[in-house]
């Protein structure tokens, strides 16, 4: 059973750092893995999509990379804004298209 | 930009009510999901359709679940007899093909009393 875990669950940043943030995945049969952003109590807005052939995937300062034999995953946030406090969810994508989440990262970025 | 919307955004039932939670997909969109969030918890899968049938489901999505797609922009989720474990944030999500991005609504909370 698959199973995708998120480290660390919290992380309190100053403005403009870099930062890495983590997805694990037990199983390496994935078809793609997606990461979203959420805001407290808001839907899940589709950050970057990584297929399964493809090893990164860049959308402005964010870029997620991906490395399916070790089931792991990063992404990486370039000079960090008060703007970017959130939560990041990680998910993998089965055959099927089900999607299953990490616990994700909550970010807070300080003025 | 075309977006998947959800209505209503907050619906609160008693316990032993029926609930029919609504989202209308992306239009050119072909297969169509339900999530929910408990609250403090991860995001779970609980359905797919496409082509009109569930294609998978999860062990949550039990008797007393049903989805629809009564027309060709509608896309429901029904909960015949709702219990106090059943509160929590409901995400529909649809996509063009089952390995492309999913695009989500913005959810409707529900919560059971």
């Known amino acids: 059973k698959q199973e995708v875990t998120q480290i660390p669950a919290a992380l309190s940043v100053p403005e403009g750092e870099n930062l890495v943030l983590n997805c694990s995945f037990t199983?390496?049969?994935?078809?793609?893995l997606q990461w979203f952003r959420q805001d407290p109590g808001k839907g899940l807005t589709s950050l970057l999509l990584?297929?399964?052939?493809?090893r990164e995937q860049t959308s402005g300062r964010l870029n997620a990379s991906l490395d399916k034999s070790s089931g792991r995953s990063t992404l990486y946030i370039a000079a960090s804004q008060p703007g970017d406090s959130a939560t990041y969810l990680c998910?993998?994508?089965?055959?099927?298209?089900?999607?299953?989440f990490g616990q994700g990262t909550t970010l807070q970025v300080k003025p | 930009e075309p977006e998947v919307t959800q209505t209503p955004s907050h619906q609160v039932t008693q316990m032993g009510q029926e609930v029919i939670l609504r989202c209308v997909p992306i239009s050119n969109h072909l297969y169509f999901y339900w999530y929910r969030q408990i609250l403090g918890q991860k995001v779970e899968f609980l359905v797919s359709?496409?082509?009109?049938?569930?294609?998978?489901k999860s062990e949550i999505f039990d008797d007393q679940f049903s989805v629809e797609r009564p027309d060709g922009s509608n896309f429901t989720l029904k909960i015949r007899s709702t219990k106090l474990e059943d509160s929590a944030m409901y995400f529909c999500a649809s996509t063009p093909t089952e390995t492309y991005e999913q695009y989500f609504g913005p959810g409707t909370r529900l919560t059971v009393t």
């Open positions: 199983d390496s049969a994935i078809y793609n």
């Open positions: 359709f496409y082509n009109n049938e569930i294609s998978e």
């Open positions: 998910a993998v994508s089965s055959n099927t298209g089900k999607l299953i």
């Open positions: 990584i297929q399964s052939s493809q």
